[in-house]
Nanobody
Framework: QLQLVESGGGLVQPGGSLRLSCAAS????????MGWFRQAPGKEREFVAR????????YYADSVKGRFTISRDNAKSMLYLHMNSLKPEDTAVYYC???????????????WGQGTQVTVSS
């Protein structure tokens, strides 16, 4: 089993920045492709960003491209999401997820964290 624990969420004003972290344990972190997803109230969980095993390949949803950056540190078993120029529509619970192969759809991911709330409001 791979355990994932997110942190770093909170309340931020529009235009502000946050860095989310996801700590992994229980399995060899570098063996997993990783992703960030988010779910706003009343909406389905949606893809935000994904990163390959080594971190050399990344892919973003159009809604966050140019504002968010996904990264990982395999030596520390950590995944990150740097979020800049935040907008009220970015408000959601953010989840990190792990999978044995690179994927984009939530249903393709095997392991999930518990989520961290991000609220963008003035």
């Amino acid at each position: 089993q791979l355990q994932l624990v997110e942190s770093g969420g909170g309340l931020v004003q529009p235009g502000g920045s946050l860095r989310l972290s996801c700590a992994a344990s229980g399995r060899t972190f570098s063996g997993f492709a990783m992703g960030w997803f988010r779910q706003a109230p009343g909406k389905e969980r949606e893809f935000v960003a994904r990163i390959s095993y080594s971190g050399s390949g990344t892919y973003y949803a159009d809604s966050v491209k140019g504002r968010f950056t996904i990264s990982r540190d395999n030596a520390k078993s950590m995944l990150y999401l740097h979020m800049n120029s935040l907008k009220p529509e970015d408000t959601a619970v953010y989840y990190c997820a792990a999978n044995y192969v690179i994927a984009t759809r939530p249903n393709d991911y095997t392991y999930w964290g518990q989520g961290t709330q991000v609220t963008v409001s003035s």
